[in-house]
């Protein structure tokens, strides 16, 4: 009983002295912030509560109809907003999209490393394609993004950069290999940045969120038994509890690069598992391949073509994905590939 108590108060003092030596937090009032797939989805809210929290915005991705949509619904909202189209998996593209922001907003002051994609199927169904897709997007486009603006954070020495992981990025979730794959890649991209940077002014906070209620299950792609792949992964973002909502998780990720925390493990469960896989990283392994020969679909007929989930809701009511639903509605994720709109590449009325 004496050891427990000796061990928590010594982890409790470290705690202490590692707040402590983080220097205080930040604040984004007045500061320019880039947030990468900020049209729909956890970007758009994250956009939103940093222009609730006085910052001006600078959102990015590839589908310029999308980002005309984000572009008014963030219009009006406190700062100044610029949306610039941007595949972010070509360098070339980044830097003259870093440029263009930096041109009509100023100096970018905080970084979120948010784009990404949502793989979903067994391992025989997964191409060589979907791995380097999911690494050009979650390793790559955090890199080139990251070296484009990192040089004039370095010069000002003051700066932070959010990367938004995934639990996927601390346990391999079944049937999303190349997801996970890829989100490891940026957590260790992330922490490794961390420690490069230190103090250098620049923080750098890693997010492994668990599961969102995004509205991200209508765009994500599965493969092999597409409406039992889309069931299984749907079911878990639809449950409260087992879940955050964007909002929720928008406020803990800024809250949490403001201290300057290294890493940001959201909900419960997944902290919970987090502990369990550095504590029993064996138990864990297996116990995910019970779940996976147990539970979750075989290969089917090995089908490796993608469906979207609004194109594989044949087997889950839809009653089940009510919040879910919801949250597609108002993130901006319905509008996917469905516009009609044809916005400039910057909205004529972003300050020149």
């Known amino acids: 009983m004496n050891r427990t108590l000796t061990l928590a108060a010594a982890g409790l003092g470290a705690w202490w002295l590692y707040r402590a030596m983080s220097g205080p937090g930040h604040s984004f009032r007045g500061k320019n912030a880039l947030v990468t797939g900020g049209s729909r989805g956890l970007g758009l809210v994250l956009s939103r509560e940093l222009l609730a929290r006085g910052a001006n915005v600078a959102i990015c991705a590839r589908d310029p109809k999308e980002l005309d949509l984000a572009y008014d619904d963030l219009q009006g909202r ?21 440029t263009a922001v930096e041109r009509r907003l100023g100096t970018i002051d905080a970084l979120i490393n948010n784009a990404g994609i949502i793989g979903v199927g067994p391992l025989e169904t997964m191409t060589f394609d979907d791995f380097e ?23 000002r020495r ?44 620049v923080k750098v906070t890693t997010v492994c969120p668990g599961l969102m209620r995004t509205g991200s299950h209508l765009n994500a792609e599965f493969k092999g038994s597409h409406d039992r792949e889309y069931a299984w992964f749907a079911l878990g973002n639809a449950i409260p509890g087992l879940s955050i909502s964007a909002e929720s998780a928008a406020r803990a990720i800024l809250d949490a690069s403001a201290r300057g925390e290294a890493e940001l493990v959201l909900t419960l469960p997944a902290k919970l598992a987090v502990l369990m896989q550095g504590l029993m990283p064996g138990l864990m392994a297996d116990i995910a391949g019970l779940v996976d020969r147990w539970f979750l679909p075989g290969p089917g007929d090995g089908d490796t073509r993608s469906r979207s989930g609004r194109e ?41």
């Open 78 to 98: 406190g700062g100044r907003v610029v949306a610039v189209p941007c595949d972010l998996t070509e360098r070339r593209e980044v830097i003259d999209m870093v």
């Open 158 to 201: 003051e700066g932070c950069i959010i990367n938004v992981s995934s639990i996927g990025g601390k346990i391999a979730v079944p049937h999303m290999l190349p997801y996970v794959a890829s989100k490891f890649a940026l957590v260790g991209l992330s922490a490794g940045l961390r420690t490069e940077l230190a103090g250098t002014g």
């Open 133 to 155: 897709r999911a690494m050009a997007t979650h390793f790559w486009a955090s890199l080139y993004t990251t070296t484009a603006v990192l040089p004039g954070m370095l010069a």
């Open 312 to 352: 594989s809701r044949g087997v889950l009511p839809d009653w089940v994905t009510t919040f879910t639903d919801q949250a597609a509605t108002q993130n901006n994720e319905l509008a996917a590939g469905r516009h009609s709109r044809t916005p400039p590449p910057v909205p004529a009325s972003a300050p020149a």
